[in-house]
């Protein structure tokens, strides 16, 4: 959350910031702000709301020809959203901006500050005081200081006007890295500088970066220099349009089949799997993650379970890290993220680490920080997403979990050979049923216009489908703020039942073939009640319903996969007729970095 950039030795420092700060709105998107120096004066500019309000703030402004400075978008923790609290901070000569918790600010306010007026509501701002308080003998050694004081996470990009041609950086358990190309550059995301370098620094916990015109010099908190190994760095063309689409998240729907189709072929080919991991029958495995990389490793453990045959706990990283998990050298530890810098997640990989776990991360940013970490990395073929709400990089997650399956079952022993090689040509050939999948759009957006103003909905399922309807609640009530509750479908008797009433909305995801007989019998349970039933099911399966959505029947085992498909874009239109904003929902960020 927050993503902060900084660059010098450019021929014109605004434009740098404001593109790559528009790159990482994502990150979070309630203000956001820059501070350059030029002709030895820091300008601030900085704003409540979207980056554009910022872009337009600024055109009010002589464009400063400043090559040095820093820029932050932003997603309070404290503080409300506001001018005020917007980052750049400035204390003196000294402008930071900060992505992270600094946990102990009030300590050190009272400790150092006690005197010192604060502009702002955030933690943030005692960091700036203390760099301009400590400041006596150069900025690098003001920063170390009060990097050394700062407890929690903090990823920094600091200007001053005292060195106006240095850029300082710091990490500590927030992304950043720092690159080389016509000038220097920092970012919390390489998106955001992706085209401006050829060499890549990964900074470590730890470090102060100190970016000159065309050099980086990396130090530790006690200024002892260090020698960082530079990445080559492929340049990428960033996926910054829509195309014809009217939001990305809807263009990202419809990418989900080549995610899907270039997530398979990376791993398996005609030859077999090329994963180029070794794996020994472990006692169990853990699936560690969050949000909907949760919701894919529910469906992981069904898989995992029914092919190799492995015992399979999945928990959310924020519950595994704070568990005492009971997780050793023979229970291998799967990380899902997208981003790979969910802060819960990145601290259950170090749990698990710490605890002698092997680890293996299914992730779609090559760069982040999980995949640097990680035993084994397994590489969603997503390619970016930008929409807050994640459809296609959900549907490749679901894609390496079946390729983990097989495999494992395959290299334990433990599944039918003929089975397994049906299995494999059907994985192969999936991106075709998650296309087909996409044709009930006409029928999806009747049913969003009939259910445009409901208040609250509740999706049931059974085994994967139940896995599924969590994944279909979450889609909906992110994006378009109706109260959603997903349930197993067997469970609705055992209270939540007594909630059903005349018109309510239930969705029923029927992913398991073997169990449809048993989802219609709790269909049935709340259709008697006065609920409106729409089933999601397969061509091969019969349920009756209010209303039905059928889409290209598959191997059973992969059915979440295309029974997704019309509840993101169920999700998607009801939210579209209600008005939100589908690529930024309120409240949310892509990148979770905080606690
Ligand atoms: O980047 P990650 O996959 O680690 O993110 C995990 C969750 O924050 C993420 O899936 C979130 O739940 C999405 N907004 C759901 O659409």
């Not at 980052?87 to 009272?110: A, D, M, R, Y």
């Not at 080919?269 to 529910?298: D, M, T, W």
């Not at 009433?501 to 009640?529: C, F, G, P, Y």
Request: glycine share 6%.
């Amino acid at each position: 959350m927050c993503g902060i950039i900084g660059c010098n030795g450019v021929s014109a420092a605004v434009p740098v910031l404001t593109l790559g700060l528009e790159r990482m709105e994502y990150r979070g998107y309630d203000s956001s702000g820059i501070a350059v120096i030029a002709d030895g004066k820091t300008e601030i500019t900085k704003k409540k709301g979207r980056v554009s309000e910022l872009i337009n703030a600024l055109r009010f402004k002589p464009q400063a020809t400043a090559a040095i400075g820093i820029g932050h978008t932003r997603w309070a923790t404290h503080g409300e959203p506001s001018d005020e609290n917007a980052h750049p901070h400035q204390s003196g000569k000294f402008t930071l901006v900060h992505n992270g918790i600094i946990e102990n600010h009030t300590e050190l306010k009272e400790q150092y500050l006690k005197l010192t007026k604060m502009k702002s509501d955030t933690d943030t701002e005692v960091a700036v005081h203390l760099l301009n308080r400590f400041y006596s003998d150069g900025c690098l050694k003001a920063l170390a200081h009060t990097a050394r004081l700062l407890e929690g996470s903090f990823a920094l990009a600091v200007i001053c006007e005292e060195e106006p041609e240095k850029l300082f950086c710091v990490r500590q358990s927030s992304p950043l890295v720092v690159g080389l190309g016509e000038g220097t550059y920092a970012a919390s995301d390489t998106a955001a500088i992706s085209e401006k370098i050829h060499t890549l620094y990964r900074m470590d916990d730890g470090e102060i970066a100190v970016l000159e015109k065309d050099k980086i010099e990396f130090y530790d908190f006690e200024l002892n220099k260090i020698r960082k190994a530079p990445e080559k760095f492929e340049k990428s063309s960033y996926a910054s349009d829509k195309g014809n689409f009217e939001h990305f998240m809807l263009k990202e729907i419809y990418e989900q089949p080549e995610a899907i189709r270039r997530t398979v072929d990376a791993y398996l080919n005609e030859n077999g799997f090329n994963l180029g991991l070794k794996p020994q029958k472990p006692e169990r495995i853990f699936i560690v993650a969050c949000g909907s990389a949760y919701h894919a490793g529910l469906v992981g453990r069904r898989i995992f379970e029914s092919l190799a045959k492995i015992p399979v706990s999945v928990e959310t990283a924020s519950e595994f890290r704070y568990s005492e998990p009971l997780v050793s050298e023979k229970t291998p530890v799967i990380i899902i993220s997208q981003s790979g810098e969910t802060a819960d997640s990145l601290a259950a990989l170090r749990e698990a680490k710490k605890r002698g776990a092997k680890t293996l991360s299914i992730i779609n940013v090559k760069e982040s920080t999980i995949a640097t970490e990680s035993d084994f990395v397994l590489l969603t073929r997503a390619g970016p997403e930008i929409a807050v709400a994640t459809t296609k990089a959900y549907g490749a997650q679901l894609s390496a979990l079946y390729l983990l399956g097989i495999y494992f079952a395959e290299s334990f022993g433990t599944a039918d050979k003929k089975e397994l090689e049906k299995m494999k040509k059907a994985l192969t050939d999936l991106h075709k049923s998650v296309s087909a999948a996409l044709n009930c759009e006409e029928q999806i957006k009747e049913i969003a216009h009939r259910l445009r103003h409901i208040d609250r909905a509740y999706f049931i399922g059974r085994g994967a489908g139940f896995a599924a309807a969590s994944e279909g609640s979450l889609k909906l009530k992110e994006i378009s703020y109706i109260h959603c509750e997903a349930y197993a479908a067997g469970e609705m008797k055992h209270g939540t039942i007594s909630l059903i009433e005349k018109d309510t909305t239930v969705i029923a995801m029927n992913t398991q073939t073997a169990l449809a007989h048993k989802l219609q019998s709790n269909i049935d349970e709340v259709r008697s009640r006065g609920a409106r039933v729409i089933a999601v099911t397969s061509a091969d399966s019969k349920i009756s319903a209010d209303e039905t959505i059928t889409v290209p029947e598959v191997h059973p085992l992969f059915a979440v996969s295309t029974q997704i498909v019309p509840v993101q874009l169920l999700s998607y239109h009801i939210a579209r007729l209600r008005g939100c904003d589908i690529d930024k929902p309120r409240n949310l960020a892509k990148s979770v970095t905080v606690e």
